[in-house]
């Protein structure tokens, strides 16, 4: 076998994980990342974010993201951030659970709302999710588990064969 079974089992989990997770929602939806006018705070309300989701920022010019804890987030500053990107195409993985708070390089801007802050949750099972909004364009959470266990059951049965 060309592939030793470990680097076989990482990419059938990698595959996995790519299904269950990995959502990507982008900040402002066609609105985008930007200083006025857009209310992020509506934009993340019925939004349900996982562990392994990510977020994608999109802007023009020198804006910025820069992700903070809660007492810099109230006030804006963006002195010792946690995170900083500029690209104007910035994915940010939401790799653990726990509140995050994002706001722009600007604090003008941020004052004026350009700021966001969401919960991260460890991925729930479908049923016990609140059910995604139909307008939304939201991954649907049902079908994306029901094709995670179909991969789970073959992941199982490659296993084993595998092994066997
Ligand atoms: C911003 O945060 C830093 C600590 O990171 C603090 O020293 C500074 O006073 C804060 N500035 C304002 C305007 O709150
Ligand atoms: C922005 O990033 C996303 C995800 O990484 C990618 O799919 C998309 O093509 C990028 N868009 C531009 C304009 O670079």
Redesign the pocket.
């Known amino acids: 076998m060309a592939l030793p079974k470990s680097s076989m089992i990482f990419f059938l989990v990698m595959a996995m994980f790519g299904v269950c997770y990995g959502a990507v929602y982008k900040v402002g939806d066609s609105e985008g990342w930007r200083y006025k006018g857009f209310d992020y705070q509506a934009w993340r309300l019925n939004k349900h974010f996982s562990v392994g989701d990510s977020l994608l920022f999109v802007y023009k010019g020198k804006d910025s993201v820069v992700q903070v804890d809660r007492?810099?987030y109230e006030?804006c500053?963006?002195?010792?951030p946690i995170k900083e990107t500029y690209s104007g195409n910035d994915t940010i993985v939401l790799d653990k659970p726990g509140h995050y708070f994002f706001i722009t390089g600007y604090k003008r801007h941020c004052d004026k709302g350009q700021r966001l802050d969401i919960r991260v949750e460890l991925p729930t099972s479908p049923s016990l999710a609140p059910s995604p909004s139909h307008k939304s364009d939201a991954p649907s959470i049902q079908s994306s588990a029901a094709i995670s266990a179909l991969l789970m059951a073959m992941v199982v049965i490659i296993l084993s064969s595998i092994t066997a």
């Open positions: 007492k810099h006030y500053n963006t002195t010792d």
